[in-house]
């Protein structure tokens, strides 16, 4: 009876559960960008990082106010612009890739030909990839909808790179992005060329995340010299300005703690326990991008707060929730004496309890 309450109360949590694994401060005081992120590194963490539109959303209801500093900046190098997807979690290069997955690139493409950077990218009924200038004249999209049952809308209505991302965000999920996606839309009826969701820049975060989420003003982004410092504005979306102008600005504190020492899973759960908070659940994909940062810093794989019950045939977080969302290597089964861990690709794989590994803490 006892086991049987307790797998009704676990399978009850599979759903409207939220952890936020970080927390953003609307600072009303007004500094430059450097004194802001000297000011955010004192007291929290530092300038806000934002990795999808939940982040956003996040973001703007912390304050009266949208008008401030974030933890975007121009770092002005234009050879170490990498690619990037729109849509976030889409990575470029897949950590196993086959022909299928491969870039599409036209012959000599990209070039970045000319003065003005070519930082966007259409693709051409022939199914070719061409790097393109983001303001190039008004063009054709392909939208990409994450619920409902078609997946993909081909947009008419001419617009440029940023404002095809703007139209595909509010009306759908965001661009066509990824290599599942771009294969999947090669039915797709077109007769002309279309912004599909690959760009590049110089822009980074101060924390030193590599997240590619942007939210720019199309109607607003000054892509200047002098301009190298990201806001938000009174509508939500960022634009940039000179850094040493003063403004509000938006700090974030992180709860996440890697924990470099060797310990088995029960002495890591102890750990964090008397030390922080738990070690650290994963219920969604947001979630999973964050931590898996913190994966990377080691070259060991990491406990998870993640256990497998021989008993119930079923793994649990200790913060006693299912583990409904999943991102498990390709055919790791259960077993007796198993807890979980993520590796430096961000798959979860079994461990034997008693190997010592680093670990992540929630605070």
């Not at 990037?84 to 086959?98: A, I, N, Q």
């Not at 839309?185 to 820049?201: A, C, H, N, P, V």
């Amino acid at each position: 009876m006892q086991w049987s309450l307790f797998v009704l109360i676990l399978m009850g949590q599979c759903s409207f559960f939220t952890c936020d694994l970080y927390e953003y401060h609307f600072i009303p005081e007004r500094k430059t960008w450097d004194e802001a992120q000297r000011y955010c590194r004192q007291k929290y963490t530092d300038l806000a990082t934002v990795s999808d539109m939940r982040d956003l959303k996040r973001l703007t209801n912390s304050s009266e106010t949208t008008v401030a500093w974030i933890g975007l900046r121009s770092i002005n190098e234009s050879d170490i612009k990498e690619w990037h997807w729109s849509l976030p979690g889409e990575k470029y290069y897949p950590t196993e890739c086959d022909p299928e997955c491969a870039p599409e690139w036209a012959p000599n493409q990209p070039n970045n030909r000319g003065d003005n950077p070519e930082n966007c990218v259409v693709i051409t009924s022939s199914e070719t990839w061409y790097d393109d200038h983001c303001s190039r004249t008004p063009t054709k999209c392909i939208c990409y909808n994450e619920t409902g049952p078609q997946k993909y809308f081909v947009i008419d209505e001419p617009k440029n790179w940023l404002q095809a991302q703007s139209y595909c965000r509010e009306n759908h999920t965001d661009l066509v992005s990824g290599f599942t996606q771009i294969k999947a839309i090669k039915d797709q009826d077109r007769s002309s060329i279309m912004w599909i969701g690959l760009f590049r820049e110089i822009w980074s975060w101060s924390d030193g995340k590599n997240f590619s989420f942007r939210h720019w003003d199309p109607d607003s982004f000054k892509d200047e010299a002098t301009k190298t410092c990201a806001m938000t504005t009174s509508n939500g979306k960022w634009s940039s300005d000179n850094c040493r102008d003063k403004k509000p600005f938006y700090c974030y504190d992180d709860k996440v703690i890697l924990i470099k020492e060797s310990k088995t899973w029960d002495e890591a759960l102890t750990y964090c326990r008397e030390n922080h908070r738990v070690l650290v659940s994963i219920t969604d994909r947001h979630q999973q991008r964050w931590v898996e940062k913190r994966a990377k810093m080691t070259d060991t794989p990491v406990w998870l707060g993640m256990r497998y019950t021989c008993t119930l045939d079923l793994w649990f977080w200790v913060s006693d929730r299912l583990v409904c969302y999943q991102n498990w290597a390709t055919d790791e089964m259960a077993d007796c004496g198993m807890a979980g861990v993520m590796k430096r690709d961000g798959k979860w794989y079994k461990k034997a309890d008693y190997e010592k590994l680093n670990f992540i803490c929630a605070k």
